[in-house]
């Protein structure tokens, strides 16, 4: 029985596949990121990736929450019919 948020997101890790993919897509941008602010100068190419990898985390850990949501309130659909 998951007991928490954090719980849910330890559950998914080691259990759904599209999670564990999301986290390590994730874990990668952030690594990149990491190395390109340790840069006391960026060139024009490096400032463009930095945008658009911070532009892929916030895309990435939105699917990673709607998987969440999936798995914390599905019942809320239940009986909703449109």
């Known amino acids: 029985m998951v007991h928490s948020y954090e719980d849910l997101k330890r559950t998914l890790a080691e259990t759904d596949q599209e999670f564990q993919r999301l986290l390590a897509e994730h874990a990668s941008c952030e690594s990149r990121l990491r190395e390109l602010q340790g840069k006391a100068v960026l060139d024009d190419t490096e400032r463009v990736e930095t945008i658009n990898i911070k532009k892929q985390k916030l895309q ?23």
């Not at 990673?64 to 009986?79: C, D, K």
């Open 60 to 82: 990435i850990k939105d699917r990673m929450e709607r998987i969440l949501r999936r798995h914390t309130a599905p019942e809320a659909g239940a009986g909703v019919h449109h």
